[in-house]
């Protein structure tokens, strides 16, 4: 168990807490990193139907999942072996059964089945399916949206959460060295992902990294207007320039970053947009004070860019923290105008300050810790526009 | 764009046979793996909602995404850049504003807000908000399931779908032995992994490596017996064993395989399982014909095992070929009891046999293509317990 078992107990606590003031009784959690969150559970199986339901009159919740997860459970999570329940193998990937049949008949069992019930109406593997099946099986509960509670739960870290970020900092660090000592003119683009994988996971003599749950973006040229595209074996020629957006993790806690990089002399439009995006975050991390609202934070962003001519249409980053595929962000707070969420000390972001044009882009990115004074990098790439 | 044009035509067509026989006149896609099989969408963009809708009368689908998403779908579809659809940052995990209103605004704008839509209603991303969503921005629309329309019409594959294949399985040959190669006493299980990654990516002379949907799972010991769990920082020790079950991956394609490796003279238990397990795979692909059903081909690998005094409850494996994370099955075929799908020339399973009993597990599996006269193994590490 990565964290001691007090720590599990105030984080349901502080859930149980959000769930009185949402009016839910029973919490159904299907989003991963929200069941790592509450029990540890930490294996790549939520690929099939998983849940953990957090009872707000019980100290542990249960974890609900495929027979051949059981035993991950069992050594990975804080629970007592009867509060971990399989179900067989017969309902995975069934067109008859379904696993929410399953939960639901539990929940009766357990006389839970006409309580005030919160589900996670838009998390990543909570389906329209399943939620078809929980109405069908429990047609005397009640409902209720609590797609984000737990992610609020996690919008604070604990020092040890802070501790295993600085940890995946160091492996981002390793990782974006290693972009740039691998990119050049005849190299292929598989060849630095290659690259990044290797010292993401190799770590350090300390300690090992674990998977991120985005993998190396690594659009080249034209493409730097898409954020999203991964890599290909095309070999880099001579006047490339590419973004690099990474992370390293540490027991399933990120810090991403992003760098712009060229080989050989970039276009002068490349090199003014770099210079405005690093003045920008530049500027937003020197003023960043707790007490500021998110919207705020986006508002240095957009005056710095808007004297240089700029103005960027999507936020300017996200809360990040543990997570699993295929996201590292915390889904909660957003660095735009309307989100009104305060800054406080030990909240994590990740300040996205990428301008993508219609032609090129550029990313300049940093995972940053609220503090009691401003804001600290969590790691220590310099920030400028890579030239080799 | 990696197929030609024909071929997604073709795509297109079959899918819309199989729509008239669903009775769905307009379906949305959400399965990144079914957008990707119908346009050649490729970005890691699939944590935003994002669709492909498929009208049964036009050529083209639509795809629609978040704005800084078009450009990839500009590049990697084979859509003019009219069907191509982009909506604004203010969607993207928002409490007010949902993607999937947008969605329906646009089948709406379209006339298409009175027609029967197929939705895939337990894919990954599809999530019960999506559905409410959907619900209630085309009131007179008629829904019906239409979860896996798509993954059916992938069931059987493209000579230049095996190509890829193939490519993914030269892959899985290279990770394999990365794996074993750097196994050993002192070594952490992360470096393993680090190994394993490098050669999945880095590739062959000829072409690089895609990520895979699912990270490399290496339990140990005890953890054998949880099929699912990845790798922590702990040093191998002599006497210790592990399965590693992996995959290539070439464009999406995927050839996965596991073996099982030992440091050391491992427990004659352990032995005595790979024993059964290797002849009880050996005589299913040995024996495997086209025009078997599903459950025969289990049946087969069940009376071998029963023979030696053995009984897997899990199924025996699934259909494979294109996928996202988190899964590279295909979520159609199982090689289980009441499947009754009949193999045909280029299917492509992952044949499964691992076993976990208690307290440990053994895996040696392949990923296997159906052929005229039987069916054949795409990779080529020797299936042995590896001891080193």
Known sequence: MMFPEDEYMMRM??????????????????????????????????????????????????????????????????????????????????????????????????????????????????????????????????????????NWVRLIKSDLEIEYMRKAAVLVDKAMKAAYDT??????????????????????????GDYTSIVPMLPTNENTASPHLTWTDRKYKKGDYLTVEIAGCYERYHAPMARTMALGEPPDEIKKLADVVKEGIETTIARIQPGMTAEEVEDIWSQSIAKRGFFKDSRLGYSIGCSYPPDWGEHTVSFRKGDLTVMQPNMTFHLMPGIWLDHYGVEITESILITEEGCETLATTPRDLYIK
Chains 1, 2 share one sequence.
């Open 183 to 208: 990119v050049g003119v005849g190299v292929r683009e598989n060849e630095v992902a290659a690259a990044i994988y290797h010292a993401q996971i190799a770590g350090t003599a300390d300690f090992g």
């Open 13 to 150: 606590n502080y859930t149980k807490q959000k769930m009185q003031e949402y009016g839910v009784e029973v919490l159904i959690v299907s989003n991963p990193s929200n069941m790592y969150y509450l029990t540890g559970y930490n294996a790549w199986s939520f690929y099939v139907h998983q849940v953990v339901v957090v009872m707000i009159d019980q100290d542990q919740p249960l974890w609900v999942g495929r027979e051949m997860d059981a035993h991950s459970a069992k050594v990975t999570t804080w629970l007592d072996d009867d509060h971990i329940i399989p179900y067989p193998d017969e309902f995975v990937q069934s067109s008859i059964r379904h696993p929410m049949d399953f939960v639901a008949n539990i929940l009766a069992e357990l006389g839970q089945g006409e309580r005030k019930i919160g589900l996670e109406m838009d998390a990543f593997y909570f389906t329209a399916m399943c939620y078809e099946r929980m109405l069908q099986g429990l047609p005397n509960a009640e409902f209720k949206n609590s797609s984000t509670l737990v």
